[in-house]
């Protein structure tokens, strides 16, 4: 008999229960509920949802286009890069998970698969960025490899030429 996986990763549509999501995060549970849906049909961001019991949210992440000053990068990885202004980068938007499934590495799991997604070849990018909303965030951010703006330690970024897509 085979196990199947416990949670399958999907993009986020309007038949999926929002309503019912709760993590720690009252921002993130408001987002999801109120504002995902709305991002997602006018393109400014994808989300994509890990489902328990092939309908319940357990988790999700929102991934967008975005771009990395130059100048606001460590010397050290700057100055092997072009001398453009900017480098373009994806921005990991939200990453949440249902308190009913905290502690199962299902934030890790969402955070590799927003990295393969970053890393594939269709989408010229630098790197994978996050805000951490706290010092929590950071920690798990950090913890992954991802690397501090100097002059923004709560910007993290993980160069994605430096790891193979599903390597964190």
Known sequence: MSRSAPFQLVRLDAAHD???FRSESEPSNRYLREQAARDVRRRVAACFVALADGQRIAGYYTLASASLLLADLPASIGKKLPCYPAVPAVRLGRLAVDQSFAGQGLGAALLADAFD????PEI??????ADAKDEAAQAFYRHHGFIALPEA????FLPLATRQP???
């Open 117 to 120: 997604r970053a890393a594939r």
């Open 124 to 129: 010229a990018a630098h790197a994978l960025m």
């Open 166 to 168: 599903g390597a964190l």
């Open 153 to 156: 330690p709560r910007t993290l």
């Open 18 to 20: 929002r309503a019912a």
